[in-house]
């Protein structure tokens, strides 16, 4: 099946695999062509760069259909492209079924996605979710929630990591005020050695942990420690206070153990503990399928009892 001359559908009915979608490809072309598959379980909507998206006049922030397409059997969903194009399709499709959503967008993008998030909510994919991996690698910002949700930001500079960060969670994604685990990965991402960090960015790390309110468990690599254990310890700079930050946090895991975070994390838990809120400290091994008292109980030795 093909939506035009570059845009190839697999003819296989049990997937659809759309590579290249050219400038003529509209939402509702896709929206269209898919409602002829009704036995579809999986597809992947892709576009290889930002230049090969139709461009904005012709469609984009057109009103939604009166009623979207029903596609009954899909399971799994991608899509790599603009979040403008993702939001002028996603109001033509309703796939109640799906379980697995990956997506990957384009930057600069709009944050502004209303259509994602109600996309998002006629499924049952945030159900079992209960925590939330975020990790920079080179130019991709990942978040993966459970199994089941990944959207992933291409193209983002480590000067704009932090502020694309606190951008992405401002979406109120479904779980975000749910979750009880965060693990931070900023693998490749050339952080400072504290204490070179600016109250600024303290700032803009408080504003990502907002959303965070049910967060019992923080795993932090060893540059997100570096970044955001200074930050934790000056939560007293969130606009809601130092009580209102994280308020149901009860254990850091931590890859990093060098003297002036240290010093650090024995403020943080100071703070912590004077405001009835305390936190326990441990060391971390970066095995993402660890968890206190389980995986992790050889490890559960706190860097410093306080």
């Known amino acids: 099946m093909l939506l035009d001359g570059n845009s190839v559908i697999s003819r296989n009915t049990e997937a659809a695999i759309v590579y290249q979608i050219s400038s003529s490809s509209s939402p509702e072309d896709v929206a269209t062509c898919l409602s002829a598959m009704p036995k579809l379980k999986q597809f992947w909507l892709g576009f290889h760069s930002r230049e090969s998206i139709p461009s904005q006049p012709n469609y984009w922030r057109l009103p939604p259909p009166p009623t979207p397409v029903v596609l009954p059997s899909p399971t799994e969903f991608g899509f790599k492209g603009a979040s403008e194009y993702m939001e002028d399709l996603l109001p033509r499709i309703n796939a109640p079924l799906i379980h697995n959503v990956s997506i990957c967008l384009f930057y600069p993008l709009i944050f502004d996605t209303p259509q994602l998030y109600n996309f998002l909510s006629r499924t049952q994919i945030f159900e ?22 990944s959207p992933s930001i291409t193209g983002v500079t480590s000067s704009r990591l932090l502020s694309s960060l ?7 994604f479904p779980p975000i005020c749910t979750l009880k ?16 960090d600016t109250d600024m ?3 803009r790390w408080l504003d990502f942990f907002h959303p965070f309110t049910a967060l019992k468990y923080l795993y932090l690599d060893k540059n997100a420690a570096r970044r955001i254990v200074p930050a934790l310890r000056n939560s007293h700079l969130a606009p809601e206070g130092a009580t209102q930050m994280l308020p149901v946090l009860q254990s850091l895991f931590i890859n990093e153990h060098s003297y002036p975070l240290q010093e650090a994390i024995e403020e943080f838990v100071t703070a912590r503990q004077l405001s009835s809120l305390p936190v326990a400290v441990y060391g971390w091994d970066g095995n993402s399928n660890g968890s206190r008292g389980t995986h992790l109980s050889q490890l559960d030795v706190p860097v410093r009892d306080i």
């Not at 920079?136 to 993966?144: G, K, M, T």
């Not at 606190?166 to 109120?172: D, G």
Request: charge should be negative.
């Open 181 to 196: 685990r965060l693990d931070v990965r900023l693998n490749r991402w050339s952080a400072p050695h504290y204490p070179g």
């Open 128 to 149: 079992s979710c209960s925590g939330t991996v975020v990790s920079f690698y080179d130019d991709e910002l990942y978040f993966r929630h459970g199994h089941q949700f």
């Open 201 to 203: 960015e303290y700032v």
């Open 166 to 172: 606190v951008q992405i969670c401002s979406l109120s």
